[in-house]
DNA sequence: ACAGAAAGGTGAATGTTACTAACCTGAATG
DNA sequence: CATTCAGGTTAGTAACATTCACCTTTCTGT
């Protein structure tokens, strides 16, 4: 009966077409659900029931439940991969391009709660996340990231004594984190003003310095 | 003669806990059990026979399986709380205690592998963790913190144009995303290196700065 | 001394849950 | 016009976490 509302919300743009309605209420169902609950306390009745299909029906579409926690991820991240490409397009410089990074990074997690909530608490539990398709987009993002930083230690704009990789996790985690605590007690966050403070501090170090010289 | 109800807490060895054996066992089995499996997939069966139980023993001792990790948890944090408060005790300077504390947890993580993957990866999908006693000694430790930094731009070390609570996100965040993925993959992770990047990189930024003027 | 409470532990159910096998139905396809 | 096939359903099943009633040993107050 409570069946979902089919248009207008989701990561649907065009790229749903091809999939049976079935299977588009369903994946739609989990979204749904996972607003407000965590996806170890959905069940498949509850999909299934909000969905208004059968709960076998899920099984024809999906491996097993995670399989289908991990289709819905992949939506999003082709979504949100598509966005990345063009976001970096036309800034000059690493640092700009990462400040603009980390500035869409903390946007998207602040807009899109659901996405942030599986990428942040709900898959890391799964050891066969990190073999996983979504997974494989999270590293190409990744490493996107990495690529940025190894062209500002290139053109030096960003120091050489300690290796991209490092610099990368610490952004990332950094990023995650923050994240992470607003997710998990749902409190707002602004992209501006965190991503200002995050890249101060990133860019220029958390030690006090005769740094009178910015500008930005 | 009466038993001496000892107050003492189990750690990973537990002979000096005053829990009854069959508590002791639970524990120690699930624990075991961590180092090759994920929480999701250890069944209460598995830890009973392990510990050379029955399943209902763990209910007696335990409200229920997350109950039973929560508490694990807890034994390991009050120990390493206890090492931690130790750890700064002596050290002069907010930078260096800063230091010495980075050191510390990556040196914590790199050895208890299944303290870190409780942690880092078991516990974060569970919403009601976030009002659980173990989260309570993660905040705690994560006040130090905070209150280290605090110190830090008291007496001038540190910055203070940005707000002490997102330089800990940053490194609090930084920290445990590099843990993370050496969680996560096996990896072995060597704290002397990785503490010595970290603080690098935190204290100074990741900017080519002409900052000539650097301690060797 | 001894009733009885408390502590430590067991064996056998029970209700949920994820998942499966077999079947139905209409519409393309050849 | 037989057949495949996509989309969907009905009716299970095994595994799992959790509970209930019960047993035995140790401690405690009077």
């Known amino acids: ?3 979902v509302k089919n248009s207008g919300k989701a990561v649907k743009d065009g790229k749903t077409s091809g999939f049976p309605p079935g299977r588009i209420r369903i994946a739609d169902s989990l979204r749904l659900l996972l607003e407000k609950k965590d996806f170890g306390s959905i069940t498949t009745a509850e999909i299934a029931r909000t969905a ?35 976001d970096v397009k036309g800034i000059k410089g690493a640092l700009n391009k990462l400040r603009k990074v980390i500035w869409s990074h903390l946007n998207v997690y602040a807009t899109d709660r659901v996405f942030a909530k599986i990428l942040l608490v709900e898959v890391r539990s799964f050891p066969d996340y990190y073999n996983s398709e979504p997974y494989m987009l999270v590293k190409k993002y990744s490493n996107t990231l990495k690529s940025i930083i190894e062209e500002g230690v290139s053109n030096g704009e960003i120091r050489d004594d300690v290796s991209p990789s490092i610099i990368r996790q610490i952004i990332l985690g950094a990023l995650e984190n923050i994240c992470l605590t607003a997710v998990a007690f749902d409190r707002v966050m602004s992209p501006d003003e965190l991503s200002e403070s995050l890249c101060e501090l990133l860019f220029s170090g958390i030690e006090k310095n005769s740094d009178a010289d910015r500008k930005t």
């Open 52 to 86: 208004g299909v059968t709960e076998a029906l899920i099984y024809k579409y999906f491996k097993d439940k995670r399989d289908l926690l991990y289709q819905v991820l992949r939506e999003y991240l082709e979504h949100y991969d598509a966005r990345f490409e063009l």
């Open 1 to 3: 009966m409570s069946a």
